[in-house]
């Protein structure tokens, strides 16, 4: 998919220069303004991957200590956790998270239940929460030497 989106903004990009090359006032304008979208695009793209490599580092250090929750909640035939049993555990983590606010641990569990929940923007801001409050921790152990 980065891929498909590299190639997608490479090929704006050209056609922004070409516009951009014409030389006259409507087509650079169209130009410029066109020039915004690839880099709108990588924005985006990298803003995601970086995501996803932060919530995959989490997601294992948590492994690793013994913090993810089980994932046994029933599903559909289709892979879907079950609403109702997503929601019924869903107030545990809640609580979890209330009762330690600056735990990245809680946090992501919170995000992994709205996940299950089907509550993705909520999720994704559990878990961004997650990331910003465990790049805080003094005990990382992912953090470079001399970082």
């Not at 998919?1 to 090359?21: E, F, K, N, P, S």
């Not at 994932?71 to 892979?79: A, C, M, N, T, V």
């Not at 923007?121 to 990331?131: F, H």
């Not at 005990?139 to 030497?145: A, C, K, N, T, V």
């Amino acid at each position: 998919m980065t891929l498909a989106a590299a190639a997608c903004a490479a090929g704006v990009a050209w056609q922004a220069v070409l516009l951009i090359r014409d030389g006259r006032a409507v087509p650079v304008v169209f130009g410029v303004g066109l020039l915004v979208l690839p880099l709108l695009g990588v924005f985006t793209v990298v803003t995601e991957l970086r995501f996803g490599a932060a919530s995959g580092r989490l997601a294992r250090r948590l492994a690793d200590e013994g913090g993810l929750p089980a994932d046994d909640l029933p599903r559909l035939p289709s892979g879907r956790v079950v609403r109702a049993a997503a929601d019924a555990r869903f107030d545990r983590w809640r609580a979890e998270t209330e009762t330690a606010p600056t735990d990245w641990r809680s946090w992501y569990r919170l995000g992994l239940a709205y996940d299950a929940a089907r509550d993705r923007r909520r999720a994704r801001g559990a878990v961004r929460r997650a990331i910003a409050l465990a790049a805080r921790d003094p005990h990382r152990s992912d953090r470079r030497p001399g970082a």
